[in-house]
């Protein structure tokens, strides 16, 4: 699924909870675990999906993130998984 609405990440998280997604046009801290905003481009909830998905029609510049809990950790510590980040190189 491809729209052009730039999303707060209240917004992402709660239309696509439990998905993988690409987000473009993005606002990210990178002092924060988690964007501001962004454009999402692509979605899934399979990650094998989500991947292939991704491969097609390159953007320039995007994040991936999971939208949700991966796995529970003891309340002490802090762990990140949505800082991946993607930059097309230039031809």
């Known amino acids: ?8 990440w209240e917004e992402i998280k709660t239309r696509y909870d439990q998905e993988w997604v690409e987000l ?3 606002e990210w801290d990178m002092t924060e675990p ?3 905003a962004g454009v999402v481009r692509v979605h899934a909830k399979d990650k094998k999906e989500f991947h292939s998905m ?7 510049r995007s ?10 950790l ?4 802090f762990f990140s998984a949505n800082l991946h980040q993607f930059k097309v190189k230039e031809q």
């Open 34 to 36: 988690d964007p501001k």
């Open 1 to 8: 699924m491809n729209t052009s609405e730039k999303l707060s």
């Open 63 to 72: 994040a991936i993130v999971y939208v949700g809990e991966l796995f529970d």
């Open 24 to 26: 473009v046009d993005f």
């Open 54 to 60: 991704i491969m097609q029609n390159r953007p320039g």
């Open 74 to 77: 003891p309340d002490n510590m």
